[in-house]
């Protein structure tokens, strides 16, 4: 099981900025995906949660900015971050709860992460 990150980059104060994470390889299912990041010298946070329902949880420090969604049928999810403050800069990081047979307990796995910058 992989999981794929992209969309990071160099954005100005108050910018948009959307993140993909795709799940491959051979499993039963995915859970709960999310995202959570690290800035330097800090410890990973958590920022969003999504469950295959579409019920979410956001990390205060994004609450209201930040939407978590996902695409089931192609066991992806996207974190659309608005109106970027330079204290979201870190690295974020896809995290998935993966079913890699029916009935087996659920395996945790990490994306590559991906850079987000937030400067003038």
């Known amino acids: 099981v992989q999981l794929q990150a992209s969309g990071g980059g160099l954005v100005q104060p108050g910018e948009s900025l959307r993140l993909s994470c795709a799940t491959s390889?051979?499993?039963?299912?995915?859970?709960?995906m999310g995202w959570y990041r690290q800035a330097p010298g800090e410890q990973r946070e958590l920022v969003a949660t999504?469950?295959?329902?579409?019920?979410?949880n956001y990390g205060d420090a994004v609450q209201g900015r930040f939407a978590i969604s996902r695409d089931n049928a192609k066991n992806t999810v996207y974190l659309q971050m608005n109106s970027l403050k330079p204290e979201d800069t870190a690295v974020y990081y896809c995290?998935?709860?993966?079913?890699?047979?029916?009935?087996?307990?659920?395996?945790?796995?990490w994306g590559q992460g991906t850079l987000v910058t937030v400067s003038s």
């Open positions: 999504i469950t295959t329902g579409g019920s979410t």
């Open positions: 995290n998935a709860k993966v079913e890699l047979t029916r009935g087996t307990r659920e395996r945790d796995y």
């Open positions: 390889g051979t499993f039963f299912g995915v859970h709960v």
